[in-house]
């Protein structure tokens, strides 16, 4: 049969044939009445080290463990560098949109200015500058807002430097192997 092929009646039959019946495996009594000599003991017949039954680190499970561990560590800094980046991006851009506004700002006057040498109503240019002064109490907050944004950006900058000297040995000697770990288990009810 193929890989593709899906399996038909027949096939199934062949595989029922070849199947172990329970009638026929003896258990551990049946065997020792048998006179069939014993298994041997944990260690014996191969060449593998004794570790006292427990497995260092590198050959456990906790391996999977550790590898996630670094994955996690290593995951934490480049987040944490990503959003300095998008911190200090959305300043530039807010910047850019505080020059923009207040390029705005100035030709909203100058015009409202030139309007009023026209004889156009005073109310008019009156809301004009008034609206000229809507955008300049705006470029208060978007100065807020960028002088902030940069200042993330530079928390976030402290904060991964911060995470890889406080844990970055931790996360090294976990790589090395060199040491026992204990499981994860025994600190989650901690």
Same mark, same amino acid.
């Given at each position: 049969?193929?890989?593709?092929?899906?399996? =038909?009646?027949? !096939? %199934?039959?062949?595989?029922?044939?070849?199947? #172990?019946?329970?009638? /026929?495996? &003896?258990?551990?009594?049946? #065997?020792? *009445?048998?006179?069939?000599?014993?298994?041997?003991?944990?260690?014996?017949?191969? =060449?593998?080290?004794?570790?006292?039954?427990?497995?260092?680190?590198?050959?456990s499970g906790r391996i999977v463990d550790v590898i996630a561990d670094a994955v996690t560590f290593t995951l934490v800094i480049v987040r944490l560098g990503v959003a300095a980046?998008?911190?200090?991006?959305?300043?530039?851009? #807010?910047? $850019? *949109? %505080?020059?923009?506004?207040?390029?705005?700002?100035?030709?909203?006057?100058?015009?409202?200015?030139?309007? +009023?040498?026209?004889?156009?109503?005073?109310? #008019?240019?009156s809301a004009h500058h008034d609206a000229a002064g809507q955008m300049r109490g705006s470029l208060d907050l978007a100065d807020a807002l960028s002088a902030e944004a940069a200042?993330?950006?530079?928390?976030?900058? @402290? +904060?991964?430097?911060?995470?890889?000297?406080? %844990? $970055?040995?931790?996360?090294?000697?976990? &790589?090395?192997? /060199?040491?026992?770990?204990?499981?994860?288990? !025994? %600190?989650? @009810?901690?």
């Amino acid at each position: 049969m193929s890989d593709y092929e899906t399996p =038909d009646s027949e !096939w %199934y039959a062949e595989r029922e044939s070849e199947a #172990v019946e329970a009638s /026929s495996v &003896q258990s551990g009594a049946e #065997v020792a *009445a048998a006179g069939s000599p014993d298994l041997p003991a944990p260690g014996e017949g191969s =060449d593998a080290p004794d570790h006292g039954g427990d497995l260092p680190v590198l050959h456990s499970g906790r391996i999977v463990d550790v590898i996630a561990d670094a994955v996690t560590f290593t995951l934490v800094i480049v987040r944490l560098g990503v959003a300095a980046i998008a911190m200090r991006l959305l300043s530039q851009a #807010v910047k $850019g *949109a %505080y020059s923009y506004v207040e390029g705005c700002a100035r030709q909203v006057d100058h015009l409202s200015d030139l309007a +009023a040498t026209l004889a156009v109503d005073d109310a #008019v240019t009156s809301a004009h500058h008034d609206a000229a002064g809507q955008m300049r109490g705006s470029l208060d907050l978007a100065d807020a807002l960028s002088a902030e944004a940069a200042e993330m950006a530079s928390e976030f900058d @402290n +904060a991964a430097r911060d995470h890889e000297a406080d %844990y $970055g040995t931790v996360n090294e000697a976990m &790589q090395s192997g /060199s040491y026992n770990i204990a499981e994860r288990e !025994w %600190y989650s @009810n901690r």
